[in-house]
């Protein structure tokens, strides 16, 4: 059964800091592995998306990278801004479907 | 739409009640899915359609759970005699092609609290 984990669960940082976020998963026969953005009380936005071939992919100030054979994936955030303050999800795809996730960063930029 | 809704966004439900939440997927997209989020927790799969096909259900907890798109669009997801367990949100997510891809857009949860 994948699991995917992120740790830790919560994060807190001075606005400008680059940031890292950590993704594990165990079963490395993935479709796909996407980064998620959860708002309080809102619903997922997709931020990056990269195929099992790929090795990573950016947008703006943000760049995902995954290490299959490691079952890992980072996501790194340049110049944290307060509006980047939200729950990070982590979520591989198999080729069924079935989107797995782990429980979530909370980030938290301070002004 | 512009996007996946889903409505109610917000239900109440004393236990053993019947509920019923709806999804509306962005126009045109093959695949839906259906998941649940519990407080602290990210979604977990419930349920998967191809068009009006239900190809996947392995992730709905219960036979008090059943989800339909007749046809293949909105689709509802309804749960009988409900449980204080099933308080979570429901989050619904459509894609534009069959297995997810190129990506899954969802919509905003309908947040379910059982009495």
């Known amino acids: 059964k994948q699991e995917v984990t992120q740790i830790p669960a919560a994060l807190s940082v001075p606005e400008g800091e680059n940031l890292v976020l950590n993704c594990s998963f165990t079963d490395s026969a993935i479709y796909n592995l996407q980064w998620f953005r959860q708002d309080p009380g809102k619903g997922l936005t997709s931020l990056l998306l990269?195929?099992?071939?790929?090795r990573e992919q950016t947008s703006g100030r943000l760049n995902a990278s995954l290490d299959k054979s490691s079952g890992r994936s980072t996501l790194y955030i340049a110049a944290s801004q307060p509006g980047d303050s939200a729950t990070y999800l982590c979520a591989v795809e198999r080729s069924d479907s079935k989107l797995t996730f782990g429980k979530g960063i909370t980030l938290s930029v301070r002004p | 739409g512009a996007g996946v809704s889903q409505s109610p966004r917000y239900k109440v439900a004393k236990r053993g009640q019947d509920v019923a939440l709806r999804c509306d997927p962005i126009s045109g997209h093959v695949s839906l899915f259906w998941y649940q989020q519990a407080l602290g927790q990210g979604p977990e799969f419930l349920t998967y359609f191809q068009n009006e096909a239900q190809l996947d259900k392995s992730g709905l907890p219960s036979d008090r759970f059943f989800a339909e798109r007749p046809e293949g669009s909105v689709s509802t997801l309804k749960i009988q005699r409900t449980q204080q367990e099933d308080s979570a949100v429901y989050l619904c997510?459509?894609?534009?092609?069959?297995?997810?891809?190129?990506?899954?857009?969802f919509g905003p949860g309908t947040r379910l609290t059982v009495l």
């Open positions: 990269i195929q099992s071939s790929q």
């Open positions: 997510a459509s894609s534009l092609l069959a297995r997810g891809t190129p990506a899954q857009f």
